[in-house]
């Protein structure tokens, strides 16, 4: 029984978002970033200026990104946002030889076979942009309004575990952001504790 227990502290402790300084403060402006997507393209957080903002922390080997994706609950989510005008930006931060890093191909074939809809992919695998963010796990979620404050930053809903039937009825706290925000009222739950996966940086 002690065994089990330990077991399940140290899986507990890996999946959980370590306490700590927050690199990026709601209410305060976005990290300014410059990564490259997987179409060769530079992206910079400048050039969505005037627009809503979705920043997603990807690992496709990750059982909390599983559910999300093999519930058709991000898809989802990309394409209505999207669809009104919202940038919406897959970050990859998986350093080369970890879970989940990808090259280019691999994840432009990977996320057209999911079906996704982001507005693009960035590989971010020296964790550049990962650390100006402070993401610690895959999904990590954070919403920058049309200022580039950002509005939101945490977890993609209510629900910490990686069951699919946990994606029904749960509270998603990015449409909850997006939907407030848009709607010109504060956000009401502007901070959250993100769960799954701890983020696979360069060591």
């Known amino acids: 029984m002690r065994t089990r ?3 399940a502290a140290v899986a ?4 959980a978002a370590p306490v700590g ?3 990026a403060p709601v209410g305060a402006p976005a990290p300014a970033f410059k990564g490259t997507d997987t179409k060769g393209v530079t992206r910079s957080l400048s050039d969505f200026a005037g627009k809503w903002v979705v920043l997603e922390w990807h690992n496709s080997g990750c059982p909390y990104v599983r559910k999300h994706y093999g519930g058709h609950n991000m898809q989802a989510l990309q394409r ?3 669809s009104r005008g919202v940038v919406w930006l897959t970050v990859i931060s998986s350093a080369a030889g970890q879970q989940g890093h990808m090259e280019p191909a691999q994840a432009d074939a990977y996320f057209a076979d999911q079906k996704a809809s982001q507005t693009a992919v960035l590989l971010d695998p020296s964790g550049e942009i990962g650390r100006l963010y402070d993401a610690k ?3 990590h979620m954070f919403v920058i ?11 993609i809903d209510d629900r910490p575990t990686t069951d699919l039937a946990d994606l029904s009825g749960a509270t998603n706290y ?5 939907a407030e925000g848009m709607a010109g009222k504060a956000v ?4 959250s504790r993100p769960y799954g996966c701890g983020v696979k940086y360069a060591r």
């Open 188 to 191: 009401t739950v502007a901070t």
């Open 5 to 7: 227990l330990v077991a």
């Open 137 to 139: 796990t895959t999904p």
């Open 174 to 178: 990015v449409s909850a952001a997006l």
């Open 145 to 155: 309004n049309p200022d580039g404050v950002l509005v939101y930053n945490g977890a």
């Open 21 to 23: 300084a927050i690199a």
């Open 12 to 15: 507990l402790a890996a999946t």
């Open 80 to 82: 209505e946002w999207t």
